[in-house]
């Protein structure tokens, strides 16, 4: 495999930034990430930091160097990552659990397969044209789905979200691919501080005129100066996928094929998984769930 990539992630006019974000990759396959804690909750950065550490430790287990099953590793990857931020709220006898938006895209044997929960989004942009797009889990976008003449009137919170990880719920999240990758595609993981900014135009634009590592710093500066004293933590991680020996590398371009088995790069702080996280089937996390339910009605019944 090779690619170029570049990220950044900048604080907007919040209290602090809860974005993260990371990338890891072995000879044989490669994995991208990027969560957006969730403001309204408590430890929001927590959330989003437990949910990347968790995916990343998950991926260096199970890519050697290829993983087995690549949606399934993505299916694991979100269920895990929400048990162990609801484990982290039921340790800490918290009644709200941090939350948090995810996107992950895996790149294996030249064609990407990702998944999404909540508002981060995922572009694949080929030959100067928006090729694909996730789709936000919002009333709006749900909205946007249904036919014109049964669209609401009513525009207020639709851009409330309807799941993400963390929440005291099963999560939603959608599996896409494999999609087989082009020479020069570009693929661009963020969060709604970018997207909210910019326009689909702007973004394709400059992903596609500039390197990645030029585009990515310009287009979160963009959303920052666009948004002023509004503006939300803007954070970016772009790649440009090359075909090894027909093209010129482009600047910072990783070359997988040098990589030993056995080895695993990483951007991401060294995570961990408890002892109960290959326990990833529905009942585990309804148990997780309930834990959390229980512990909000104790208290209710002990105010009243």
């Not at 910072?252 to 089937?281: K, M, P, R």
Request: aromatic share 6%; with cysteine.
């Amino acid at each position: 495999m090779k690619f170029s990539v570049f990220q950044v992630s900048r604080k907007g006019a919040r209290d602090k930034n809860e974005d993260r974000m990371g990338y890891c990759y072995t000879s044989g396959s490669a994995m991208f990430m990027l969560a957006d804690g969730m403001g309204g909750h408590p430890e929001g950065e927590v959330a989003a930091q437990l949910a990347i550490q968790t995916m990343a430790a998950l991926f260096q287990k199970e890519a050697k160097p290829e993983l087995a099953n690549v949606a399934g590793f993505l299916n694991n990857a979100v269920r895990s990552a929400h048990r162990q931020i609801l484990r982290y709220a039921i340790d800490r006898g918290m009644l709200d659990a941090p939350r948090t938006t995810v996107v992950l895209a895996v790149i294996q044997n030249g064609a990407m397969s990702w998944t999404h929960c909540g508002d981060s989004r995922l572009y694949l942009i080929r030959q100067a044209e928006l090729l694909m797009r996730s789709r936000d889990h919002s009333l709006l976008e749900q909205d946007l789905l249904k036919p014109s003449a049964l669209r609401s009137d009513n525009v207020r919170n639709r851009n409330v979200l309807f799941t993400c990880l963390g929440s005291p719920t099963r999560p939603v999240y959608d599996l896409v691919g494999p999609v087989n990758l082009q020479q020069g595609d570009r693929v661009m993981l963020c969060s709604d501080g970018l997207w909210s900014a910019l326009s689909e135009q702007d973004i394709v634009a400059d992903l596609m005129q500039k390197p990645v590592d030029l585009a990515v710093p310009d287009l979160v500066e963009k959303a920052l100066r666009l948004a002023g004293s509004h503006s939300d933590n803007v954070t970016c991680l772009a790649l440009e996928w090359e075909t090894p020996d027909t093209f010129e590398t482009t600047r910072a371009a990783i070359t997988t094929d040098s990589i030993l088995d056995g080895v695993f790069a990483s951007t991401v702080q060294a995570g961990w998984l408890d002892s109960e996280a290959d326990d990833l089937d529905d009942q585990a996390i309804e148990r997780s769930i309930a834990e959390i339910n229980a512990a909000i009605r104790r208290s209710a019944q002990k105010k009243t």
